[in-house]
């Protein structure tokens, strides 16, 4: 009745339209509860990024990532950077497609995820929270490196990092370089060696340069 075309269709026609539209909606729903139940820092999409090579932004690179294929490998991605280059907003952006691919996506500050991690440790559904942690498909961890992790989070970080090597993907944001992650995990050096080793070595990095964007509403 819409399109005003219903005296010209037949019923299959009709019908085709029906259900391409129920589809559609079905389709438009799933996304954005996705989005909502990933709580992004940002509000934001890969065609909102105004690409800059000099900044560490390569479009090529960046956008190959659009396909989500790195999901479906379980590879890792790090973003590394000073604060205000657009960390956060870079896996904002790379978490919104992936809901938009259909992936389930978790967004985490590093603080936010041990808090929760302990009420749900007082609670006695930490290991009901840790599976639900194993089977998202792209869990975003921000502020990586703000604190150093005393022993039982590391001992935590390394179970939800053992629980998704090679099988689901992961993305952490920090404004450490990659070299000085070890300080931070020294509370537990076997860990620290197993932390690294199943997130660095197989990982796609990013390296943000330049000043603060913050002034400037963090326009990538």
């Known amino acids: 009745m819409e399109t005003r075309r219903h005296a010209e269709l037949s019923l299959e026609d009709g019908l085709k339209f029906l259900l391409q539209a129920e589809q559609d909606g079905r389709l438009a729903s799933r996304q954005a509860r996705l989005v909502k139940e990933a709580h992004f820092r940002y509000q934001t999409s890969l065609q909102d990024i105004l690409f800059d090579s000099s900044r560490g932004l390569d479009k090529s690179k960046i956008m190959s990532l659009a396909t989500c294929e790195y999901i479906k490998q379980g590879v890792p991605i790090i973003i590394t950077g000073p604060t205000g280059a657009g960390k956060s907003w870079l896996a904002s952006a790379l978490g919104y497609q992936a809901c938009l691919s259909g992936f389930k996506t978790s967004y985490y500050g590093m603080q936010k995820l041990f808090e929760h991690i302990t009420t749900c440790r007082i609670a006695g559904t930490q290991y009901k929270f840790f599976e639900r942690l194993a089977g998202t498909d792209l869990l975003i961890l921000d502020d990586f490196g703000m604190h150093v992790l005393d022993s039982q989070q590391m001992l935590d970080f390394m179970e939800i990092m ?59």
């Open 162 to 220: 053992e629980d998704r090597h090679g099988i689901k993907s992961t993305i952490i944001a920090s404004q450490l370089a990659v070299s000085d992650w070890y300080d931070i995990l020294s509370a537990n050096t076997t860990a620290a060696d197993a932390i690294l080793d199943r997130i660095v070595h197989t990982a796609q990095r990013f390296v943000l340069e330049g000043d603060t964007l913050r002034k400037n509403e963090i326009v990538l």
